[in-house]
């Protein structure tokens, strides 16, 4: 592989790729492509942009005409697609632009990799596909033949999405693989999403808002195994087939809470409980059997260590989120929490 497209290069996960790419694989060109909508943002793309073998192009991946341009012009041997609006609270506020960016995004990647000589695709997706499990019930997982049982518009757009590459896979042989992650946490995290917001709301002395009692349960893992993760499965996962990937790594939203409080040193009153989520996801939790017998993949940083250095991350990088928390960000909270 010469030259690999990661679209969605300047959100959280996509700019992480994008680093461990160009780290791990030194021959490697990467096109990192994104529409910078607020959950964007160039400066996660900075020390990227000093280096050769990437590039940035500014696109909507929902634009046929731009993309099949990029394609015509540029030899791609892969695709990996992280674009997507990505909140679940704001899916809930403004379903159609999930729709839109989310399937129809996804079949104009897919349409262009056909176009050009069945390109290898991966589509990154999302645990939630599968929708949530009991909380009494701690001995069920979700596997790759769970049923998808979607419960917002986020989670419905994803699904949809992932139905189309198998689609593409069946109807036209295109070669395409498909990931479903649990939740990710590290550096660049858009600060709407848990624990970048408790972070740095706590270093703002601001409440820290926990929906419903905080019990929900999310499989956390760390943004770098999940790279590691996609680019095992680019290599050597066998196209047509979905894995996913978590690392046994369940805690409460109160646990997560407080342990980013206990990092920082501070106590407890910050937390106020607020109006829970609609629909709220009660747990997700992944069985990872499949890529790790099939691909030798395993989570190597553990929770204590991930979220150490998350919290470290964003004490040392207090520009780059008080910068992403001014201007639209600040409209989008006031409505999200004013009356919660
Ligand atoms: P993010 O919101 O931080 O980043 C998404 C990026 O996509 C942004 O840079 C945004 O500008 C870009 N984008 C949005 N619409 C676009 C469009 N129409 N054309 C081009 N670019 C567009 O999201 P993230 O947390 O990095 O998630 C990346 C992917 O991983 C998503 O597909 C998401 O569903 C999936 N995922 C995320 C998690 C998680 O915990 N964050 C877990 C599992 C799967
Ligand atoms: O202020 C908050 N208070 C709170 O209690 C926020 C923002 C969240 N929560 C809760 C809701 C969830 O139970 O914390 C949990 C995590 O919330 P998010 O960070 O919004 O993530 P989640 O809804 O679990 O979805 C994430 O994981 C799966 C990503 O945003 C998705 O893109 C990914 O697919």
Redesign the pocket.
């Known amino acids: 592989m010469n030259t690999l497209l990661v ?9 992480n790729f994008v680093y461990y790419m160009l780290e791990k694989h030194p021959d490697l060109k990467i096109i990192g ?9 160039l400066e996660t793309l900075a020390p990227a942009m000093e280096n050769e073998r990437f590039r940035f192009v500014k ?5 046929r005409k731009a993309v099949f341009k990029l394609f015509d012009e540029t030899p791609v041997d892969a695709v990996v ?7 679940v609270d704001r899916s809930i506020d403004t379903p159609e632009i999930f729709l ?3 399937i129809l ?1 996804t079949q104009v990647l897919l349409d262009c990799c056909r176009a050009h000589g069945n390109i290898r695709y991966h589509q ?5 596909v599968y929708g949530d499990l009991p909380l009494d019930r701690p001995d069920l997982f979700f596997t790759e033949e769970t049923p998808i049982h979607t419960s917002s518009p ?1 989670s419905a757009s ?1 699904a949809g999405a992932d139905l189309l590459v198998m689609a593409y896979h069946r109807t036209y042989g295109a070669a395409v693989t498909i990931s ?6 590290g550096p ?3 600060p709407e ?1 848990l624990i970048p917001l408790m972070i740095t709301n706590a270093l703002e002395g601001k409440p820290l808002p926990v929906y419903g009692e905080g019990k929900n349960v999310r499989d956390w893992l760390y943004v770098e195994d ?1 790279c590691k993760a996609i680019d095992l499965i680019l290599r050597s996962g066998v196209p047509g087939e979905v894995y996913n990937i978590g690392g046994h790594n369940e805690r409460t939203n109160l646990d997560v809470v407080k342990a980013v409080l206990r990092l920082l040193g501070k106590d407890e009153s910050a937390i106020v409980y607020v109006k829970d989520r609609p629909g709220h996801d009660m747990r997700y939790a992944i069985d990872p059997t499949k890529i790790k017998n099939a691909l030798g993949w395993y989570p190597e940083t553990d929770f204590d260590t991930g979220l150490k250095k998350t919290v470290d991350w964003y004490l040392t990088h207090r520009d780059w989120w008080e910068h992403v928390k001014s201007g639209e960000y600040a409209d989008y909270y006031e409505k999200m929490y004013k009356n919660r």
């Not at 679209?7 to 700019?15: D, L, Q």
């Not at 479903?180 to 946490?185: D, E, T, V």
């Open positions: 679209t969605g290069a300047a959100g959280f996960i996509g700019s492509l994104d529409a910078l909508t607020y959950a964007g943002n696109a909507d991946i929902t634009d697609n992280f674009a997507a609006e990505s909140h839109k960016t989310n995004g990154v997706s999302t645990d939630e986020y994803k479903r992650c649990s939740n990710n946490y660049y995290h858009f999403k999940h």
